[in-house]
């Protein structure tokens, strides 16, 4: 492959054969640069306080009539906007299934019956009347200078079995566990009196979080094998055995004088 078509062969797979980070360190890049920034805003909000106010912030500001709108307000309400719509992001990704050949209810939550229109009807060709009288309303349709007639569809409405099952992306599932609305609004309460507790407080908190996501990915995947391999083992000791059994060809010799030609009377 020359340059140029290597060229245009690495544009057309853009942006995928781009080298990305896993799931796990942008998440973590993401949400490390978030506290960082809720960091520096409580930094910078610390500073305007004397030594000997600490602990009383609000009061301060209000007894010396300083101004609360600064430019630490918007981006303290921008990164609790950020860590709550992606947790309601996370919450609210889901994946739909429809079951066509279940028709009995399930016990979960997050199925339920709806109103589809299918079709399962065989196919019929259509008679000579119909053809012929077909071929001639196109004719005069295209005469005319008419568009052609949609075809007519007779469909039945069926109720059918849906399940919406949750489907979170990985990074936004690790961001959770990172940087949650939890950590965010512990940040706002932090202060310089208080910083060693809440630190203390932000890492269970994250290392909660990512503890259970990690044994509930872990239990998905080994329910996953289970199944797999149940199968697999009524696959090998059920199925396979009666598709293609294996048979013993048996056939008896017998002597030639035994055979019976009838062609011998013609010769």
């Not at 065989?122 to 000579?128: G, K, R, V």
């Not at 990172?178 to 269970?204: E, K």
């Not at 289970?226 to 009524?234: C, G, L, S, T």
């Amino acid at each position: 492959m020359d340059i140029p078509q290597r060229i245009a062969f690495e544009w057309t797979q853009f942006p995928n054969n781009v080298p990305l980070p896993s799931h796990e360190t942008s998440a973590r890049l993401i949400g490390g640069t978030l506290h960082f920034l809720h960091l520096c805003v409580r930094v910078s909000q610390g500073r305007a306080v004397p030594d000997s106010e600490r602990g009383w912030e609000d009061m301060y500001n209000e007894d010396n009539g300083n101004s609360w709108f600064n430019w630490t307000v918007p981006l303290t309400l921008l990164l609790l906007a950020t860590s709550v719509l992606n947790a309601l992001y996370i919450f609210t990704r889901i994946k739909i299934y429809r079951l066509h050949r279940k028709h009995e209810p399930v016990n979960s939550p997050s199925a339920k019956f709806v109103s589809e229109e299918l079709d399962f009807e065989p196919l019929e060709p259509p008679s000579i009347k119909a053809q012929l009288w077909g071929a001639v309303s196109r004719s005069g349709r295209w005469l005319l200078g008419m568009k052609p007639a949609l075809p007519v569809k007779t469909r039945t409405a069926t109720r059918i079995l849906q399940m919406e099952v949750w489907s979170p992306g990985e990074v936004e599932l690790s961001l959770f566990s990172v940087y949650s609305p939890a950590h965010a609004l512990l940040w706002m309460q932090t202060g310089s009196s208080n910083w060693i507790m809440m630190f203390a407080i932000m890492a269970l908190v994250g290392f909660q979080l990512h503890a259970l996501t990690r044994s509930f990915k872990a239990l998905i995947k080994d329910k996953e094998i289970i199944a797999a391999e149940v199968m697999h083992e009524y696959n090998e000791g059920f199925v396979y055995p009666r598709v293609n059994p294996i048979r013993k060809d048996a056939a008896v010799m017998t002597h030639q004088s035994e055979m019976v030609d009838p062609w011998d009377d013609y010769y």
